[in-house]
């Protein structure tokens, strides 16, 4: 039998990687693209391992992502991100990758959606449609093509390469409140947990802050050692799930777990400290103002999700929440955070208005590169 071939571009950005289509190259959205997309991808697959199509099997490698030009006049194109369940026929559209943000412009600019100069920066007006919000990207080209090769490391991807800035505009919630319940700390009871100290914060993505130390951890455990351990997942996620209610994005636990596991993320958080990184870097608290480690469609996340460092560096410049009663007053500098792989600065401009804190900015250097291009094949009864 014939398969169906769709144009597709396989990308890295930042330390996620995923599968990128041309709008009109897909049926609408709804239940026939999200269909086509789990197959691609893989999903879903009872084994857990996406053998049967795009995807890594994990929350970094699990990923599609549709882009269109944009009707809106201050943008240029239009970015659509999904996170397909491995194990399950879910694709959560509820949030952005941070990550892959870096790869919409290069690939807007390489599929001939955006007008770019022969040598110099190009800068890429982008929608971000999942969250309603602009983010700015800062492509560096060469001799009319797109530079992927450069010096710029990032922790947690193997090589160097080109750097690509990112602006993320406005990125609170949707009425700009970071503060869905309007407290930098909130204690919640959380059935089987208890009374609990959190930090609810909706910037990037929404996000949910809690202390490692609450859990008998020091911040700096290893991915084998979280998700290793399976009773501290179902703790974890049972936190996710409840906090999710409480910021108003599910109607019950049960829902935030079987439709939203991409959003909000849940980051443990801890003082600086020594340890050994992902890959053997040696990272020193002198080095970092911040220990953050970012769970990912439940699983700790190899690195640290770019939405999730955003999210970090905008609650370290809140008054009261948990990062900033760690990291204290920074001033105007990047908060250096401390994450799986490493290290990474990011730094955001928080601003007062009417009685509400908002983030006018946050900004983050990324990478990415264009790994493969050509069709992907699906069966053609789909």
């Not at 919640?188 to 802050?209: M, S």
Request: include cysteine; hydrophobic fraction near 40%.
């Amino acid at each position: 039998m014939t398969q169906r071939r769709i144009p597709a571009v396989y990308m890295r950005g930042g330390s996620s990687k995923g599968v990128f289509f041309l709008d009109e190259h897909l049926p609408p959205a709804g239940a026939e693209r999200d269909a086509i997309l789990l197959r691609v991808i893989g999903s879903p697959d009872a084994y857990g391992k996406q053998i049967d199509g795009m995807g890594g099997a994990t929350s970094s490698t699990s990923k599609v992502v549709v882009i269109g030009k944009s009707a809106r006049e201050d943008c240029d194109v239009d970015y659509l991100f999904g996170a397909p369940a491995v194990e399950a026929p879910v694709i959560d559209w509820s949030g952005n990758c941070g990550n892959l943000s870096a790869a919409v412009g290069p690939y807007a600019i390489s599929e001939g959606l955006v007008e770019a100069p022969r040598n110099g920066t190009a800068v890429v007006r982008i929608w971000q449609a999942n969250i309603q919000k602009r983010i700015i990207a800062h492509v560096p080209m060469h001799d009319g093509e797109v530079q992927e090769e450069g010096d710029f490391v990032l922790d947690g991807v193997a090589f160097p390469a080109a750097e690509v800035v990112l602006e993320f505009l406005r990125p609170g919630g949707t009425d700009g409140n970071i503060l869905p319940t309007g407290n930098a700390l909130d204690e919640l009871d959380i059935p089987g947990v208890g009374r609990l100290p959190v930090t609810l914060l909706n910037a990037g993505n929404p996000t949910i802050f809690v202390d490692a130390a609450r859990f008998g951890l020091s911040g700096t455990e290893t991915q084998e050692q979280v998700n290793g351990d399976s009773a501290l997942l179902a703790r974890l996620e049972s936190i996710r799930a409840h906090c999710t209610v409480v910021m108003g994005l599910a109607e019950s636990a049960e829902e935030a777990t079987r439709l939203r596991p991409h959003t909000p993320k849940l980051c443990f958080v801890a003082r600086p400290q020594a340890y050994q990184a992902a890959g053997g870097k040696q990272v020193q608290p002198e080095d970092i103002d911040v220990i953050a480690r970012i769970l990912s469609m439940g699983r700790l996340h190899h690195a640290i999700t770019g939405t999730g460092a955003v999210a970090v560096a905008v609650a370290a410049a809140l008054e009261g929440t948990l990062v900033n009663r760690i990291v204290g007053d920074i001033g105007d500098r990047q908060v250096r955070i401390g994450h799986t792989a490493g290290s990474v600065a990011v730094g955001a401009q928080t601003v007062l208005e009417q009685g509400r804190w908002s983030v006018d900015k946050a900004v983050m250097s990324r990478s990415a590169r264009r790994l493969m291009e050509g069709w992907v094949c699906i069966p053609e009864v789909l």
